[in-house]
């Protein structure tokens, strides 16, 4: 692959290596490949201990829209009614509809119990 390496040393100690241009950029395109492949395996790793989740392609769609409210979008997927949120968050129907509506911005604190019932980050539940 490495056509020719110049060494560069220090106090007789190899400190550089000069490659070609064509070849250090496939090193980089190699370094690239081996760390997706890392992270691919991390993210599996971590679907596997049941620490993320894969969702639909819809419900993504829809998180990254900015049309609606992403406590309106996960509630939904959870398969939630208001109410049911509302009861679970110790909030009210009126207060979920006022965030999902986009006339409520929710407290952090609330924001941390809709999350808690929602099984996402607090950070998920930003938007709009």
């Not at 190899?14 to 890392?38: G, H, M, N, T």
Request: charged letters at 35%; hydrophobic letters at 40%.
């Amino acid at each position: 692959m490495i056509s020719k390496v110049q060494i560069i040393e220090r106090d007789g100690k190899p400190e550089y290596a000069v490659v070609p241009f064509d070849d250090y950029k496939k090193l980089i395109e190699l370094a690239e490949d081996a760390q997706d492949i890392s992270d691919a395996k991390a993210a599996l790793a971590e679907l596997e201990r049941g620490e993320d989740e894969l969702i639909p392609v819809d419900i993504a769609d829809r998180l990254l829209s900015d049309d609606e409210h992403p406590v309106k979008v996960w509630r939904e997927y959870r398969g939630l009614t208001q109410t049911v949120l509302a009861d679970q968050a110790k909030t009210t129907k009126s207060y979920i509809s006022q965030i999902e509506a986009g006339r409520k911005t929710g407290s952090v604190a609330l924001l941390k119990r809709l999350a808690g019932v929602l099984s996402v980050d607090v950070d998920d539940l930003m938007g709009v």
